[in-house]
């Protein structure tokens, strides 16, 4: 069974940058997995940032942007915001319709 | 404006049933494929089923297979979610969503528990 992986926790400063991964257990994501993310706070919906690896969605700060960094898919959040403090989702398409969500990083601003 | 609400969510015994129900509105409903994502308390988000536009095309979770069905009314710009054979370990808040490619619109949820 695949897995798809991502970072538990990320720190970053203010104003500072972080690059968060979506990866496989097995093999390379690329554009074909429309790698895509999102953020959630607590209690909260979550929120739609990137979707097919690198477009933002309506009304995303361009901060966040989405890429594919060498064998995984990768969200970048530029001149982070206390705000950014958040968990961070990114979901991978397997093929015949099915999607599959990594565990998700908790991105702590400090 | 886009509104996803769901309801038919609560506190059902395992081996129940459930049919949660999304109400859509400020966009064409009948051109959007639909979808429902849970997420365990304390746990991250997990894809569920997906629903083309016209029906035609349906998709699972392993997990949910051969328990659940999903199902959309277009004439009502409403998508369902029925539950059977419910376990503990499908409780969760359940998320409509519109969109495909990832590029979802989330719903607020429904809280199912499946507790005796």
């Known amino acids: 069974q695949i897995v798809v992986t991502q970072e538990p926790s990320f720190s970053v400063s203010p104003g500072g940058t972080a690059t968060l991964t979506c990866g496989l257990s097995s093999g390379s994501v690329s554009a074909n997995f429309y790698p895509s993310w999102y953020q959630q706070t607590p209690g909260q919906s979550p929120r739609t940032l990137i979707y097919?690896?690198?477009v933002r969605s309506s009304g995303v700060p361009h901060r966040f942007s989405g890429s594919i960094l060498g064998n995984k898919a990768a969200l970048t959040i530029t001149g982070a915001q206390a705000d950014d403090e958040s968990d961070y989702y990114c979901v991978l398409y397997m093929g015949s319709g099915i999607w599959v969500f990594g565990g998700g990083t908790k991105v702590t601003v400090l | 404006e886009v509104h996803l609400v769901e309801s038919g969510g609560g506190l059902v015994k395992p081996g129940g049933s459930l049919r949660l129900s999304c109400a859509a509105s400020?966009?064409?409903?009948?051109?959007?494929?639909m979808n429902w994502v849970r997420q365990a308390p304390g746990k991250g988000l997990e894809w569920v089923s997906s629903i083309s536009s016209s029906s035609s095309y349906i998709y699972y979770a392993d997990s949910v297979r051969g328990r659940f069905t999903i199902s959309r009314d277009n004439a009502k710009n409403s998508l369902y979610l029925q539950m059977n054979r419910l376990r503990g370990d499908d409780t969760a808040v359940y998320y409509c969503?519109?969109?495909?490619?990832?590029?979802?619109?989330w719903g607020q949820g429904a809280l199912v528990t499946v507790s005796s």
């Open positions: 400020g966009f064409s409903f009948n051109y959007y494929n």
């Open positions: 969503a519109r969109g495909d490619n990832g590029d979802y619109y």
């Open positions: 097919s690896t690198n």
